[in-house]
């Protein structure tokens, strides 16, 4: 079957946090997705507009949401950095190949979601959230977010909201360098998740966890999770950003 192909129009770009882009582009008539899936986008190389080739990122948009959304973390040298940082504007017209992927929400799953992230692995789990709780999911969703610094963090506002709207969301922050007055949780992915487990009152076993992120932590938490954490394989799903 061929991967349908289309032509998206850049409506918005804005630098949310340090080193990190929002940008925003037309939805195409007749694209479907699922939450939690991505897309292919054609980037050109900037010193050669004929050398083009494939970079996968995230919908952070919902599947009702009339545009679609995504963020990069900056990456030197990196091709679709180079491009969003110097040629990507309003205006700009890209082709995308889509959707992809598995890293959804299944409704039939009704255990206990944790989504756990570092940096802009948090994209897939805004369109996640988002859909579910709009569309009626009463599961208890808590989200991890971990990153840097304080000033690292994006979209909390955006997770706030739906902490304020949905009883069943809550929003977990952890720094891995963080200040003396920083009154949250510390420590990387692996070590908050169980934090985060005990604050909510939850045995491992007893949840499904979602990763994204760093490749190699999200590989160490499915160790972890069908390891010590005695989680059954089945319940943990992990999806690995470069």
């Avoid at 195409?28 to 050398?51: H, M, S």
């Avoid at 890293?103 to 989504?115: G, R």
């Avoid at 994209?123 to 709780?133: E, Y």
């Avoid at 994006?154 to 949905?166: G, I, N, V």
Wanted: with cysteine; hydrophobic share 45%; charged share 20%.
């Amino acid at each position: 079957m061929v991967t349908p192909s289309y032509t998206v129009t850049c409506t918005r770009k804005i630098l949310i946090a340090p080193g990190v882009y929002e940008f925003a582009f037309t939805k195409p008539e007749g694209f479907v997705f699922k939450a939690g899936q991505f897309v292919l986008f054609d980037v050109p190389l900037v010193e050669n507009p004929t050398d083009v080739q494939a970079r996968a990122y995230s919908i952070a948009s919902t599947p009702d949401d009339a545009e679609l959304l995504f963020a990069i973390k900056l990456l030197p040298g990196g091709r679709m950095s180079t491009f969003v940082e110097q040629k990507l504007e309003i205006g700009t017209s890209m082709s995308i190949k889509g959707p992809f992927g598995v890293f959804v929400l299944k409704p039939e799953e009704q255990l206990p979601a944790l989504f756990a992230c570092t940096g802009a692995g948090v994209v897939p789990f805004r369109s996640i959230a988002k859909h579910a709780l709009s569309e009626g999911d009463t599961r208890a969703i808590d989200l991890l977010f971990v990153v840097r610094n304080e000033e690292d963090f994006f979209w909390l506002e955006d997770f706030r909201m739906l902490e304020r709207t949905y009883k069943n969301f809550h929003l977990h922050l952890s720094l891995t360098q963080p200040k003396e007055s920083w009154g949250g949780l510390s420590g990387r992915v692996q070590q908050a998740i169980p934090q985060v487990a005990d604050v909510v009152q939850k045995s491992m076993s007893d949840i499904l966890l979602y990763a994204c992120g760093n490749p190699d932590m999200t590989k160490e938490v499915k160790a972890l999770a069908i390891g010590p954490w005695g989680m059954a394989k089945e319940r943990v799903h992990i999806e690995g950003y470069i």
